[in-house]
Every structure is written in structure tokens, then in C-alpha cells.
């Protein structure tokens, strides 16, 4: 045990911090040119970022590397108010109340026959089990769907090819919801069960709903991808640890010589539940869904899923071995081959989608792990890849019978052929790659002109910025034979997966404002003339408006120490690129940042008495500096009556009061 102890360290801690040679110049031929987009001109694609811990995701433009925008998908944005919105705290709700962090790690844009179409983005959320979908409309977050008996959630948002299923594997298997969890530990392989989710997508309107939940082995699920054409009705997912330790895993999930692919009939599965099989269960979940015309966000706690237990389907579900604790998990753009990334691994098992079949026929097996059966290693493999790296951990498609596998130990990106498995070129990144993204590439259709590797580890590639660096992204040129590294940029949050798309296919379709007319938010001000402010109790609703360069009303008195006060702002603009800002001092929250012709609403409650400016913080129009206001906050008890006005001027020195106020009651 010590010795495989010291084996496992040594390769993942001892190797990489070796540094490769000539890293500091290792750019190729006109490298500069080939990513430089001049001022004013648009990047050939979207990248869109997984951001790891930090809980968002990240755009850059491709081949720049520039950043265009980073998105709060599961967290707090004190940039736009999100989260802080009245309107927007219920997209962070979950059975556990408000959760405004989690650990997202992959991305997956969805498709239609095996294409990007441009419509959605999804994002997973590892620590409270949460999916989320993007609208590349307005590149907000637009539902987010929390997922029961999971925890870990990182298998997941993987999609088919019509994106008729998002999927969500649980890394940790665990009790379910709905049995006792106070269990001890040690009851491991009694207790404890793994799940996959089928999520189904809505055609027109994306929205989510969970279907119904495979229960399975208490093995950890990791990756997975979705077949396409032949291998269509079918997903694959990598898992490890069915050695099923609870403890050291290093050392004790690491004993069997193989852990498993796991094929997955998902259309099988699906024809089951229709014909109303599996068990219905009690739980609770949240399902939170942004509505853009009320430009405001509900919750809903669920509290039903049904499970089908793999055991009573018994052609359904079916293990593969898969040497040494297999990471990624990428099937090529023809759906024929299933590439299996064991970390520990030596070489990369490539699997053959027509053998599976062919051995599923004719039951090649090799008995059964937990009723599930397991099909012969050589009866479901294509071939290896030999001696490709160390540490072998995600691969993406070419489009051209290439594939690329990063290798994080060696530090790599290595390319290999399909058809003989040959290993092509191998190409050194700086440093330790996790995922690597080619656009299109796990989709039918691979954009196979560039490569971008996400490093784990950057060390000397930038200035210093203390004790904690910024990870690194990293671009290729893959149109020729050879790998040309161009440019490598840092990213925000740690990225492992992502995804890029043509341009043109999102920039066409994107939202520039919010007509007001459609505008059914319940707190909006339709117009200046009806800006007014309401109390009702010690709730007082104040609608106002915003437009260059004033809001209405900017004068308040009458709020009371205590009071809950709502700012309801509407943004009356209706030109791109006019947000307004609005903060008000001391408010423990964060501004507001409002689009032309939506509504938000800020919740303050005053605790001193005195005086309130309030300001817009976004800098609007050469008299930015004067949209600002006064609001007046009396003691608890006051008798100062509720009063509001827009340019009602006291005497200025040497003139007359001038009185051109808005109409009050
Ligand atoms: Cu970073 Cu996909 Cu969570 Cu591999 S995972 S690197
Ligand atoms: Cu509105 Cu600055």
C-alpha cells in the first residue's frame, strides 16, 4: 500500500512542477498576426468559459483572447445587481435556501442534429446539485433546475444531440433523499447509491424539467457525452472507484485495474418511464425560472422524481472496463468511437460504439458488477493508443479522424488518429492541461482550425500577483499537420470545460434592448408622469424612472427609519448601451444596473435617520455626474408625510423659486 501511495504522488505532485524547455519562447512563425484583431473588428468566435470555483461563466473572443463578459450563472454580481435584485434573488433559491456560490465546471451549448444551434448555454453546479441554462439571447442566466438524490454533480450538463436530454451524473453517490442518511460511513456499500439524471429540454422554450433518475452502483460518476448518429440513443459516462472506498481514495480507488465506461440506453430508459415504469419519489428541489418579459425570476420547490432502479432493466444499462480510473469520456463526431481517459493510465483505451452492439448481441460478457453486466474489455475496444503521455484526461475532435488528448502530468497536448490510433504530434503546454476545447469539437460538426488548452497551473507565464496566480487558457493552431502554440492569456475562476461557436450564429440574434411596451414587470413606471411613491405600513414602493440625465422622482421625505423601502427603477431608454445605475448610501446590498426598458428593484431598509443620496453609477452621458438624488429618512414615529418631486427647485441665490415639479397627489 505505502509504495503504490508513494507511486500515485510522485506522478500527479512530483512531475508537474517540472518545467518543459524553451517555455518562454515557444510561439511559432507569424503567430502574433494570426491573433491580432484590429480596433473595431469583431473575433471569428465565441468562447464561452467555464469559471470552476468562482461560480460563473466567462466570455472571450477567439482568436484574441480578448474578454467580451462574465456572466454570474451561481453567484452574486455586485457589477449588475445580480442576485441583490428583488428580481433576481429567487434564480439562487434551492431546497436549502438561498445558495449564492457553487463550483461550475463544464459547459455544454446546445444542438441541434448534433449541431450548435446558438440558442442555450448549460452550466453545471457541483456542490448543490443545480443546472443551469444560459439564453445567448441576453447571456443571462435563464433557469436553474437543483437536482435531487445527487451531490457532486459532475457529470453533467452533457447533452443529446437534439438536445432532448441535458444529463447529470452524481460524482459522490450517497443515501438517497428519501432514506435515513444519519447511516455510519462505514455502511458504504449497503447504503450508499449512485444516480444519473435526464433532464428534458423543451424544444421551443429550453425549459428544463427533470424526467427521470437512473439508480445505479455506489461508484463516483465523472464525465460523460452524449452519441450521435448511429450511437444516438445512447450516452457514456466514465466512473471511478467501484472499488466503492470511502476513505483514501487516492490509494483505495485506485486498486482495480480497471473501472468502467458505463453505455446507457437512454432511449430505452425513456420508453420505460413512459409506459409509467419506476418508482415515484418524494424529495425537493428548486426550479427557478427567469421570465423576460416581466424581467423577474420565481422559484418553485418540486417535490416528485421517479427512479429506475438499473437492476429490474436489465437492457438498459451496461459496463465497460476502462483501465485505471477514467476521467473524460468523448465520443468522435461519426458517434462510432468512445474515447476513455484513465488518469493513471499508460495508454487510452478507444472503444467502438458497432463492437459494443455487436457484444451486447451476442452477450460477451464478463459476469456482472451489482446486476449491471459487463461487457469483455477486447469485445468492445477499437484499440489504444500507445504510450501517448502521462496522465491522460480530456479529448476533443478535429473533424478530420484527429483526435487531441491533453496530458496533464506530462504537460501535452497530444494528437493521434482515429482509424490506427498513431500518435501524430505531441505539443508541450505551460502548464498541467485539464481540458482542451476544439469549437465544435464533441459536437457532428468540429471547427478544426483551433485548440484552446485550459491549464491548471501557470507559475512563471505572467507577472506575479502574490501567492495566488490566475489559471491560463491557452491557443492553438491546428489547421495544418503540426500544433502551433499562438497566444496564451490568464481566465477568471478556474475553467476546466468550454465551448466555442462562429460568431455570426450568436452576434446575430442578440438582444440590444428591452422594449418597454412589452415590459410586464408589476413595479414598472410606464413614463415619468407616472413615477410615484406609495406607503402602505412600513412598506414604502417607490417607482422611478431613469433616462438621460435624471431619475423621477430625486426627491423623497417621508420614509421612516424601519421602513422596507423598494426601489423599483425603470430604465425608459430605448437605445443600446444605455444602462443606468443606481446606489443609494449606505445600502448593504449592491447597485443596480438597469437595461433600456426593464425593471429591477432594489430592497433597503434605512436604519438612521438623515439624509440619502442616491446616484446613478453608470457613467450615461456628459451630465452622469448630476443623475443623482435625495432621499430623507425621519425617525420610527415621525409624522413627516410621504412626499416626491421632480425639479422643484428652492431659490437659487438672486432668483425666483421656480416650480416645474411632476404632478403629485
Ligand atoms: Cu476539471 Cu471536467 Cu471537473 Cu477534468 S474536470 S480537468
Ligand atoms: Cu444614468 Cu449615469
Known amino acids: 500500500m505505502p509504495v503504490l501511495l508513494f507511486t500515485v504522488s510522485a506522478l500527479l505532485f512530483g512531475i508537474n512542477g517540472c518545467k518543459p524547455k524553451n517555455a518562454g519562447n515557444a510561439t511559432e512563425g507569424d503567430a502574433a498576426s494570426r491573433v491580432y484583431v484590429a480596433p473595431g473588428k469583431y473575433d471569428e468566435l465565441y468562447n464561452f468559459v467555464s469559471g470552476g470555483f468562482s461560480g460563473q461563466v466567462s466570455v472571450y473572443g477567439i482568436p484574441s483572447g480578448r474578454l467580451l463578459r462574465v456572466i454570474p450563472v451561481f453567484s452574486l454580481d455586485p457589477q449588475d445587481g445580480w442576485g441583490y435584485s428583488e428580481e433576481t434573488k429567487p434564480m439562487l433559491n434551492t431546497s436549502h435556501g438561498m445558495v449564492p456560490w457553487d463550483d461550475q465546471h463544464h459547459l455544454e451549448l446546445s444542438q441541434t442534429n448534433g449541431e450548435i444551434d446558438g440558442r442555450w448555454l448549460f452550466a453545471n453546479g457541483n456542490n448543490t446539485p443545480r443546472i443551469a441554462r444560459l439564453d445567448l439571447k441576453t447571456f443571462r442566466t435563464a433557469e436553474i433546475l437543483e437536482i435531487p438524490n445527487s451531490a457532486g454533480n459532475h457529470s453533467s450538463p452533457f447533452i443529446t444531440e437534439n438536445t432532448e436530454y441535458v444529463v447529470a451524473g452524481t460524482r459522490f ?118 421570465d423576460e418579459s416581466t424581467h423577474t425570476a420565481t422559484s418553485t420547490i418540486e417535490t416528485q422524481t421517479t427512479v429506475l432502479d438499473v437492476k429490474d432493466f436489465p437492457d438498459m444499462v451496461y459496463f465497460i472496463p476502462c483501465p485505471k480510473s477514467p476521467h473524460g469520456c468523448d465520443v468522435d463526431p461519426t458517434g462510432e468511437y468512445i474515447v476513455g481517459s484513465g488518469k493513471l493510465a499508460a495508454l487510452i483505451p478507444v472503444f467502438s460504439f458497432s463492437k459494443i452492439q455487436a457484444a451486447i448481441a451476442s452477450k460477451n460478457f464478463d459476469g456482472d458488477y451489482e446486476g449491471i453486466p459487463v461487457i469483455k474489455y477486447e469485445a468492445a475496444l477499437h484499440g489504444e493508443v500507445k504510450k501517448p503521455g502521462l496522465g491522460p484526461l480530456h479529448t476533443e475532435f478535429d473533424g478530420k479522424g484527429n483526435a487531441y488528448t491533453t496530458m496533464f502530468i506530462s504537460s501535452e497536448i497530444v494528437k493521434w488518429r482515429l482509424s490506427d490510433l498513431k500518435v501524430l504530434d505531441r ?35 505572467y507577472l506575479p500577483t502574490g501567492p495566488e496566480l490566475a489559471q491560463a487558457a491557452q491557443l492553438f493552431d491546428i489547421s495544418g499537420d503540426k500544433m502551433k502554440l499562438l497566444s496564451d492569456y490568464p481566465s477568471i475562476g478556474e475553467p476546466h470545460y468550454a465551448q ?8 446575430k440574434n442578440s438582444t440590444k434592448i428591452f422594449k418597454i411596451e412589452d415590459n410586464k414587470n408589476p413595479y414598472v413606471t410606464m413614463g415619468q408622469n407616472n413615477s410615484k411613491v406609495v406607503r402602505t405600513g412600513n412598506r414604502v414602493d417607490v417607482y422611478m424612472t431613469m433616462i438621460r440625465s435624471h431619475f423621477s422622482p430625486d426627491n423623497i421625505e417621508g420614509v421612516k427609519v424601519g421602513d422596507d423601502v423598494y426601489f423599483h427603477l425603470t430604465n425608459l431608454e430605448q437605445d443600446w448601451d444605455v444602462p443606468h445605475g443606481f446606489a443609494v448610501r449606505n445600502a448593504n446590498t449592491a447597485e443596480l444596473l438597469v437595461m433600456p426598458g426593464e425593471t429591477q428593484t432594489l430592497k433597503w431598509t434605512p436604519d438612521v435617520s438623515g439624509m440619502y443620496p442616491f446616484y446613478c453609477t453608470d457613467f450615461c452621458s456628459a451630465l452622469h455626474q448630476e443623475m443623482q438624488g435625495y432621499l430623507r429618512v425621519s425617525p420610527k414615529g415621525s409624522n413627516v408625510p410621504i412626499s416626491f418631486s421632480l425639479g422643484k427647485n428652492s431659490d437659487a441665490p438672486g432668483e425666483a423659486a421656480q416650480d416645474d415639479s411632476i404632478k403629485t397627489k
Request: charge should be positive; glycine fraction near 8%.
Open 500 to 507: 466555442a461557436v462562429a460568431a455570426d450564429l450568436i452576434a
Open 427 to 461: 505539443h508541450p503546454s505551460y502548464y498541467s492541461p485539464g481540458h482542451l476545447m476544439i469549437p465544435g469539437g464533441d459536437t457532428k460538426k468540429p471547427y478544426g482550425k483551433y485548440l484552446i488548452s485550459y491549464n491548471k497551473i501557470t507559475k512563471d507565464r
Open 173 to 290: 453517490s450517497v443515501p438517497m433523499d428519501d432514506k435515513n442518511g444519519d447511516v455510519p460511513i462505514d455502511t458504504y456499500k449497503k447504503n450508499f447509491k449512485g444516480t444519473v439524471s435526464f433532464i428534458s429540454v423543451d424544444p421551443k422554450s429550453g425549459n428544463m424539467k427533470l424526467a427521470f433518475q437512473l439508480l445505479l452502483p455506489g461508484v463516483d460518476f465523472d464525465l460523460s457525452h452524449g452519441g450521435k448518429g448511429p450511437s444516438h440513443d445512447w450516452f457514456f459516462f466514465s466512473c471511478y472507484n467501484s472499488e466503492q472506498a470511502h476513505t483514501l481514495l487516492e490509494v483505495n480507488a485506485s486498486q482495480r485495474d480497471k473501472d468502467f465506461i458505463m453505455a446507457v440506453n437512454w432511449k430505452k430508459a425513456e420508453e420505460y418511464f413512459k409506459q409509467g415504469k419506476g418508482r415515484k419519489q418524494t424529495v425537493k428541489y428548486a426550479h427557478n425560472v427567469y
